[in-house]
């Protein structure tokens, strides 16, 4: 550990370490016992998709988001990722015989067009989100954002935007270790990629691999696209951020502006006919965040307000989880954004840029290989010896937890993830190719299924009080009716909405302020 980050460790007071506080928002598709996509709509009995504060859903009609609150501790957020799972799966049981797929690489897929976009009713906002979904399908197709994950959300207190970025910066140089440590989809169903260039591998009937794959979700089959790949963000500072985003948002896209806004039928096609329609659009490993107000732009309220916090969106469905993560996996990812925070964060260049999407596209594709290496500075290095480097560094971060907290659980997760970085079988990514070799024949569909079936199994065992169940049928409810007073209150039609919301005006322009503290 460099002195500085020492220096910098030791001027973080327990009360502020204490301070730390994360969330979870996890992905999953809703599929049938024969392992496709269940094609039916978003269950009433969930709630609004819309309004509901713990369930909503992402792309498709057929893919929920469960989503905790921010907690000061990885356990009490894993409690109520917990909870919000057993009243969904007690809910799809009380319907049928879905359940929810625990991988992340998609189940068995119909044609691209029959996958259903997500709906969220009648009001501006709810058809806005609806558009937005239909313009992803036309520019990257359906199949693509079927795929899941979980996001981690992260703040610490008293960290200005500035310091923000400085982790942003340090996370995208080191993301390859997390992709390493927890990739879980090394296989997926010869669906999600028919008629598509690949390179990957054959195994068993109707199953594809990589043999040394970590997460296929993060590689090149994952969210990829040539026109983001002409986008070359920078993270120095929330003012170049901002203009980046900004000309991407405001560019016109020739391929884009062909697909039109409307078809001929008047039915919107997407938002808009820039590079971006919305800022969500950009893909990105990590994204600086900030509560937003109804209406306002994710982009507006970053350059009014600062960085509030980190989304983390590299992390795959660990299919070994009832719920796709567990606490020693979090306290990890805990201890790395610090590390992250504290280190030395010099300002990013286009060659490192373009550094670092090689390194992230091979340790996706080959993570796992023997002597793996990857580039740093112009130079090779292994990605074991930069993974031990940088497991070393979180050592004493995870000591200084650990003090402030009680335990050695930090310290515990460190070691976990040196004992990996030494023994690769050990790894999810290996884990579940061990799985779906020696138990389900080389089917990648097989393995997932048993595995969806027991997970569901297990969260409906799972005690739930009748104050659990109520407490989730008024928010239910209450999301239902929140909904309706939407739709009621909206008098502007829609066409005037959306070119307000997509106006450039809207983004903040010319304000040049950097948010000091957040």
């Known amino acids: 550990m460099s002195s500085r980050l020492q220096e910098r460790l030791g001027a973080l007071s327990a009360a502020r370490l ?27 009995a969930l709630g ?22 921010v907690h000061a501790s990885a356990e009490s957020a894993l409690e109520e990722l917990t909870r919000v799972h057993q009243f969904t799966y007690r ?12 991988s992340s690489m998609p189940c068995g897929l119909p044609t691209d067009e029959t996958i259903p976009i997500g709906r969220y009713g009648s009001s501006n906002v709810g058809r806005a989100k609806s558009v937005y979904r239909m313009g992803l399908s036309h520019r990257y197709g359906r199949r693509m954002q079927t795929i899941s994950g979980i996001h981690y959300n992260w703040s610490l207190p008293d960290v200005s935007s500035e310091q923000y970025f400085a982790l942003i910066r340090n996370f995208r140089r080191h993301a390859f270790l997390l992709l390493y440590l927890f990739g879980a989809s090394p296989a997926l169903c010869s669906s999600f990629v028919a ?18 794959g970590t997460s296929l979700r993060m590689g090149r089959l994952g969210y990829q696209s040539d026109a983001q790949a002409s986008l070359a963000v920078s993270y120095n500072s929330l003012e170049g951020y901002g203009a980046s985003l900004q000309d991407a948002l405001t560019r016109p896209w020739p391929a884009y502006e062909a697909i039109g806004i409307r078809n001929l039928g008047g039915d919107y096609n997407q938002l808009g006919t820039s590079l971006l329609q919305i800022e969500n659009e950009f893909y990105g490993t990590i994204r600086p965040k900030r509560v937003i107000n109804p209406g306002e ?40 954004l610090l590390q992250c925070l504290l280190s030395d964060s010099p300002a990013d260049t286009p060659q490192e840029i373009a550094e670092l999407a090689h390194n992230q596209h091979l340790t996706a594709a080959r993570g796992r290989e023997p002597g793996l290496q990857l580039l740093r500075g112009g130079r ?12 070393e560094q979180c050592g004493p971060i995870a000591a200084a937890l650990d003090a402030a907290s009680g335990g050695t659980q930090h310290a515990d997760a460190v070691q976990a993830a040196m004992a990996a970085l030494q023994n690769s079988g050990s790894l999810p990514s290996a884990r579940v190719l061990a799985a779906v070799e020696e138990q389900h024949g080389n089917s990648f569909i097989g393995f997932v299924r048993a595995q969806s079936e027991q997970t569901r199994a297990t969260l409906l065992a799972l005690p739930f009080s009748a104050e659990q169940q109520a407490e989730f049928e008024r928010m239910t ?4 009716q929140e909904q309706k007073r939407i739709e009621a209150a909206d008098t502007m039609p829609f ?24």
Do not use: C
């Not at 730390?20 to 039916?40: C, F, Q, V, Y």
């Not at 609004?48 to 609150?69: C, M, R, V």
């Not at 809910?91 to 625990?102: H, K, Q, Y």
């Not at 980190?310 to 299919?319: A, F, I, S, Y």
């Open 297 to 336: 732009r994710p982009l507006h309220a970053l350059r009014e307000r600062g960085v509030e916090y980190v989304e983390v969106r590299l992390m795959d469905l660990d299919p070994f989880e009832p719920v796709g993560i567990n606490a020693q996996t979090m306290r990890f990812l805990d201890v790395f």
């Open 477 to 480: 409810e209450e999301s239902i």
């Open 380 to 391: 090779e290095v292994g990605l074991a010896d930069w993974g031990i480097e940088l497991v």
């Open 18 to 44: 204490k301070g730390m506080r994360r969330g979870i928002e996890k992905e999953s598709l809703r599929a049938l016992p024969d392992g496709k996509l269940a094609l039916t709509p978003h269950p009433l």
């Open 91 to 102: 809910v799809l049981a009380s319907l049928g015989d879905e359940r929810l797929w625990v």
């Open 48 to 69: 609004s998709a819309l309004t509901h504060p713990h369930i909503t859903t992402d792309f498709s009609e057929s893919q929920l988001e469960l989503i905790t609150g």
């Open 195 to 212: 008629g598509r260039p690949h390179e990957l591998q054959p195994l068993g009937d109707g199953s594809m691999f990589m043999p040394h």
């Open 495 to 518: 066409e005037i909405y959306r070119e307000q919301y997509v106006s450039p005006a809207r983004l903040g322009i010319g304000r040049g302020r950097v948010a000091v503290a957040a």
